[in-house]
């Protein structure tokens, strides 16, 4: 308030002292608990416990995923294995290769947004060479950071960019992968919530609401880099997150890729698949999550055991038969091509100096 006689102030009608005192008294109390609460974790919480926990989930998850496998090769009749891959037909062969080359299209278009982000100039065919084969490398042989970061920092080095540049890309890259995963998870929770509970054996209506949780998620990180510039640090780099423009063309791209990639494996199997694209897709997605979890090389085990429990058929050997070929259609192929691409790159890159080493000798002769 101000001196005797003078008039009140606006700010003192509409925030009295007594009710400043009081929210400033529940903000320190609320503060003073949560700092109580990181004190009592950090002092009874051994150091590296989250990773050690995390580590035994996953050898859980392995584990568990391990035993299906095992119960489900107890059950397969190896005949009825080779008679469902026979079974399979070229068109539905053809059509797998078609949507996994579009996947990894789509799988391009990360590391072309993550460059514009980091505001370099890279052509696309170095782009288009260094994110197919660090996604068909890391997919296969597993530990993304460190394969795919080192392929990438093998190709995007003779443009100039530095590591650290190209560890901020990797990570964009996969905040791009992320998004689309939680997104299209999300909408198939919501859309297939009834469908789902029938294999995930979860109710309905729980279904239905981690569906909502998941894109609200989605939505409220589109909405907070959409405020302000961003940054975080991940695993000691700092980072600026791309903006809403960005941030959008992240889901539909990651979002195109995870379908495509699904629709892959969809397309091989059998006729009688007994549940529809969008439904399958959620599953798909799902396996894919479990598959990152366990951290075993692109997933394998884990996501074979996840799709074989969740994929309704009339025999095992049918969806496993589809898994076979997946594998060796969206994995040890791009895998090969990968290895074949970079190695007649540096070939290339070998016979460049060469040839301009010969001529500089001849020109210096005479």
Not at 53 to 81: K, P, T, Y
Not at 139 to 161: D, K, N
Request: glycine share 10%.
């Amino acid at each position: 308030m101000g001196e005797e006689g003078d008039p009140p102030k606006i700010g003192d009608l509409l925030s009295p002292p007594a009710v400043k005192d009081e929210t400033v008294t529940v903000a320190r109390s609320r503060a003073g608990r949560s700092g109580r609460l990181l004190e009592f974790v950090r002092r009874y919480l051994p150091p590296g416990a989250g990773k050690i926990l995390g580590g035994l989930a996953s050898l859980a998850l392995f584990a568990l995923a391990g035993f299906i496998l095992a119960q489900v090769f107890s059950n397969i009749r190896f005949a009825d294995l080779r008679a469902a891959m026979a079974a399979t037909s070229g068109e539905q062969i053809l059509g797998a290769m078609l949507l996994a080359a579009l996947s990894y299209l789509a799988l391009t278009g990360y590391d072309a947004l993550a460059l514009r982000q980091l505001r370099a100039r890279v052509p696309y065919r170095i782009t288009s060479l260094a994110s197919f084969t660090s996604y068909a490398i890391s997919f296969t042989l597993g530990f993304p950071l460190i394969t795919a970061g080192s392929v990438r920092f093998w190709v995007y080095s003779r443009v100039g960019l530095s590591a650290a540049k190209v560890a901020s890309l990797t990570l964009i890259a996969g905040v791009t992968f992320w998004l689309g995963m939680t997104a299209v998870v999300g909408a198939g929770l919501v859309a297939r919530a009834g469908a789902i509970a029938g294999i995930d054996h979860v109710p309905t209506a729980l279904n239905w609401l981690l569906g909502v949780m998941a894109l609200a998620g989605v939505v409220g990180y589109i909405v907070w880099v959409s405020m302000a510039r961003r940054r975080v640090r991940i695993r000691g780099f700092r980072l600026e997150l791309p903006g809403l423009g960005l941030t959008l063309g992240q889901m539909v791209l990651g979002a195109a890729d995870l379908c495509c990639a699904a629709g892959a494996l969809f397309a091989l199997l059998a006729p009688e698949r007994g549940l529809d694209f969008f439904t399958f897709v959620s599953i798909y997605v799902f396996a894919c999550i479990l598959g990152v979890i366990s951290h075993a090389p692109g997933g394998i085990g884990v996501f074979e055991a996840t799709m074989l429990h969740a994929v309704p058929a009339h025999s095992q050997e049918s969806v496993l038969a589809s898994l076979l070929l997946f594998r060796v259609i969206y994995y040890l192929v791009p895998f090969v091509l990968a290895l074949a691409l970079l190695g007649a790159d540096e070939g290339s890159r070998r016979w460049s100096d060469l040839r301009e080493a010969i001529l500089k000798s001849i020109e210096n002769r005479e």
